[in-house]
């Protein structure tokens, strides 16, 4: 109900009760009037509930952090009777909205609105309600839109950073996949070819078969990038604008820059999540990139493991990591012993502090802990 309706109700009383008392036909006109119109609207605007339909739907399904996308909505009206414009709540990127629409009699009305994404996620974007009203703005009513709001999925952008070195042997060669080397398991055997070292000849099996068999070892595969994201919620940034956001950004875009410059040279890569939903990305070809990418997008940034016991759960993944990204916006004690246990390990660690504050004096002590420990620190500023 709105103030008009109270106000046109209250006509009606004062002009039926005049009616009734002093017989005058100007006053039985007016309260027929006034019952019309109010008979007409409310009619009107329950057909328009049922009868008025709107389409919403966004240009693509996915975009880069930073780029534009539209949202094109289309409003249909068979109502019969006319009525005024369609009010809409819009949840948008840069905050709610409101709208008019007037799709005409029996017309229907098209909209477009450019959408910057800015941050990286899963955002809803949209009309959430209608306002449908008669011509004479008696009556109002507000419908929830039951439909889920289109959704676009917003993936980072990734940026240069320098390729993670890896534990290297005593002869300078990078080491190999630890978990391969034990070679007194053959993977197969095979006849014997001029020039095999008589030392993989496999005596037994050779007197058995009357013929030379030599053992087929495995390949040592090459050494893992393994990168351990914090995907708990970011710590700090609430006295910048959108600092949580901008946190969460540079978190998934940093992971993102040290998977894409790992398997550029071809290195295997795997990113473990542990959020509220478990998963673990392992590619080594630039190719699956979008797959990462799409992973990244979808953490929620709440719930999941401490950090602390994420790292110490790695720990079993050393056998046949080379390096280790860590890649984190919190630097505590119980982190940095963590961090000084994978390097202990045998890998080499690059340590990135994504953080507003990087020279605050809360991290001196830890950060000159994980240098002595030979752990390279990186500071990464959100844009």
Known sequence: MTGRLWAALSVLLMTGLSALSLGGPIFYFISWMLVLMLAYSLVS??????????????????VERGDSASLHLGLMSKNPLPMSPVGLSLNLMDGRSQVSLYPGFFGEKQADFSLRFNHVGLWGCGAESITLSDI??????????????PQMLVLPRGFEVQALPFATMDDGRALPNRSGEDVTSPEDTRAYRQGDPFKRIHWKLSSRHRELVVRRFEVPAPPDTLILMDVTQPLGGEDKPEGRLRLRDTLCETALAVASMQMAGEHPVRLPLYGTKQSEFHADRQ?????????????????GEPFDKVLNLELRRMRRTGATAIITTRLD???????????????NVRFYLITFDYDHARYTPYIAQLQQRLVE???????
């Open 287 to 303: 190719g699956s990139l979008h797959l990462l990418k799409e992973e990244l997008a979808l953490q929620l940034f709440r719930g």
């Open 136 to 149: 004479f703005g008696l009556f109002k009513i507000n419908k929830e839109i039951k439909t889920s709001l």
């Open 377 to 383: 620190v990186n500071y990464v500023t959100p844009a």
């Open 45 to 62: 605007v329950l057909l328009s509930t049922r009868l008025v339909t709107l389409s919403q739907v966004l240009s693509s399904p996915r």
């Open 333 to 347: 004690a119980a982190v940095t012993e963590g961090v000084i246990n994978i390097r202990q390990s045998g890998p």
